[in-house]
């Protein structure tokens, strides 16, 4: 067993048990590899065509992680609140912010200064790198699956044994 350094006693490992808050988790993990890429794509876009470009990278960026945020904000609210309804507010979520995205883009159109060829070269990427993480991330968490709470039944000695 390691020993910890500032009282030389052995470093007694977490009891496993399920992620807490497995939707700020996701997010967490996310967000940190989207600022990466967008911090690199606009670098690139700066030094390649010039500020609006790199404004046009920023952009495109911000929009997918706030897009892809609030599904996991949401995801995070309504799974505290009742976790079997996460994914269809998930689905609900999705709809209402595909609706409004459309409505924002044909009422404002794109302004003067995008780039439209860096928004959407960051737009994908950031979509792709997103997805990849969310499904890592996923991947990663723990949940509880059997009932060990209160509301569980005690285990039977010798049940489910022959007994």
């Not at 606009?42 to 065509?49: R, T």
């Not at 009742?82 to 994914?87: G, I, Q, W």
Request: a positive charge; hydrophobic letters at 55%.
């Amino acid at each position: 067993m390691p020993a910890d350094s500032a009282a030389g006693q052995p470093r007694v490992p977490r009891a496993s048990g399920e992620t807490p808050g497995p939707w700020l988790a996701i997010l967490r993990v996310c967000s940190a590899v989207a600022a990466v890429l967008v911090a690199l794509l606009c670098g690139a876009a700066g030094l390649l065509v010039g500020s609006g470009a790199a404004a046009s990278a920023l952009a495109g960026g911000v929009l997918v992680v706030v897009f892809f945020g609030v599904s996991l904000l949401i995801g995070h609210w309504v799974g505290r609140r009742n976790p079997s309804a996460a994914l269809g507010a998930f689905m609900a979520g999705y709809a209402v912010k595909v609706v409004l995205l459309g409505v924002l883009a044909f009422a404002f159109g794109a302004p003067a200064w995008l780039d439209g060829t860096w928004f959407l070269i960051a737009v994908v990427s950031t979509v792709v790198l997103w997805q990849a993480a969310e499904l890592y991330a996923f991947s990663k968490l723990r949940f509880h699956l059997y009932g060990s709470g209160p509301e569980s039944p005690a285990p039977t000695p010798g049940a489910g044994h022959g007994n």
